[in-house]
């Protein structure tokens, strides 16, 4: 298994399915770095040589990634919830923060199953 910025990606995919494993590079941010480092997007990762591997890294690490990535989110999240601005309270409630409606949705953001409603039993 080739190993890219601490993650572990999968052998038998083909290199542009595989960088997507990482957090942060998705298809379109994949196809860009092998195509910056000419490397077919169909050739799989177990055939890659190391040369190839070492540019493909050093091209990933000209993006953010991983836990810089997920530091800078957090951090914006933070700033946020400090000016207390409207997604920030969205934030510090728990709901959603982007707008979607609450009254029939939302179930991942307001925990889980639905509340019961006593005599709704069919019969």
Known sequence: MARIK???IPDNKHICISLT????????????ILEAVKV???KRTKDLSQEELVKIRDEINKHL???????EINMNIKTK??????????????LPVRGQ?????????????GKTVANKKKV
Not at 21 to 32: D, F
Not at 65 to 71: A, I, S, Y
């Open 81 to 94: 919830k400090e000016i207390n601005s409207y997604e920030g309270s969205r934030h510090k409630k728990g």
């Open 101 to 113: 409606r609450t009254n029939r949705n939302c179930r991942t953001r307001r925990g889980g199953r």
């Open 40 to 42: 077919d997007p169909t």
């Open 21 to 32: 494993y990482i957090y942060g590079i998705g298809q379109s941010l994949a196809k860009q």
């Open 6 to 8: 601490g993650v572990d």
């Open 65 to 71: 990634t991983e836990g810089d990535l997920r530091r």
